[in-house]
């Protein structure tokens, strides 16, 4: 039987604000990696961030109270949205980490 202490526990995230080009990613994975949480995180098109949390229900509430709060020093967080925080039976990821996304370049007309 699994300890409540092992329960894995995940969650989305979308963070509004003034959140990009603060350091809002870095220390979202290094509070992350030092809770032992995984997932990711990542800038968006539309100037949000987002990602995934994956870990024990105390720490992934605590990432989630974090990210609702404070955030990095610089950030002005205005609101978090966060998806439904459900159990899963394994880890869907092996650490947290910063994805980046890139914009295809345009087609070239023939």
């Known amino acids: 039987m699994i ?3 092992e329960q894995i526990f995940t969650c989305g995230f979308e963070i509004f604000g003034r959140v990009q080009g603060v350091c809002l990613r870095k220390q979202t994975r290094d509070l992350a ?7 990711w995180v990542m800038n968006t098109d539309e100037g949000t961030v987002k990602g995934q949390l994956e870990g024990t229900l105390p720490k992934v509430n605590e990432l989630k109270f974090w990210l ?12 978090a949205e966060f998806t439904p925080t459900k159990e899963i039976t ?9 994805r980046y996304h890139h914009v295809p370049a345009p087609k ?3």
């Not at 609702?68 to 609101?79: M, T, Y």
């Not at 394994?90 to 910063?98: D, V």
């Open 68 to 79: 609702l709060n404070f955030g990095s020093p610089r950030a002005i967080i205005e609101r």
């Open 3 to 5: 300890q409540p202490t």
């Open 90 to 98: 394994s880890h869907s990821f092996s650490r947290f980490s910063i």
């Open 108 to 110: 070239m007309a023939i």
């Open 33 to 39: 990696t030092l809770n032992k949480v995984r997932g």
